[in-house]
């Protein structure tokens, strides 16, 4: 069973920047798709950015340009640089894990608190 633990969310002003990680336990990490979503007070979970095993990325239309979306397979993480932020970005953040394979397998973090106010 894979782990997704969450860290970097806080308080930030707008304009400022935030960079999650999320740090995955177990060896299936390189094979399997990242997510980042959110879910503000009142409203429906929402996909943020992904990326596949191979690297390519999508963005929700809200954050393209503002927010990137990385992974580092040798540390078993996945980042979500987020720059420009505005007050509609304040919810929190979880990770996800999509693994298709032989099986499907998926997993999410516990999620983080970013809150963006001035």
């Known amino acids: 069973q894979v782990q997704l633990v969450e860290s970097g969310g806080g308080l930030v002003q707008p304009g400022g920047s935030l960079r999650l990680s999320c740090a995955a336990s177990g060896n299936i990490f390189r094979l399997a798709a990242m997510g980042w979503y959110r879910q503000a007070p009142g409203k429906q979970r929402e996909l943020v950015a992904t990326?596949?095993?191979?690297?390519?990325?999508n963005y929700a239309d809200s954050v393209k340009g503002r927010f990137t979306i990385s992974r580092d397979n040798a540390k078993n993480t996945v980042y979500l640089q987020m720059n420009s932020l505005k007050p509609e970005d304040t919810a929190v953040y979880y990770c996800?894990?999509?693994?298709?394979?032989?099986?499907?397998?998926?997993?999410w973090g516990q999620g983080t608190q970013v809150t963006v106010s001035s």
């Open positions: 996800n894990l999509d693994y298709r394979g032989i099986s499907h397998y998926a997993s």
């Open positions: 990326i596949s095993s191979g690297g390519s990325t």
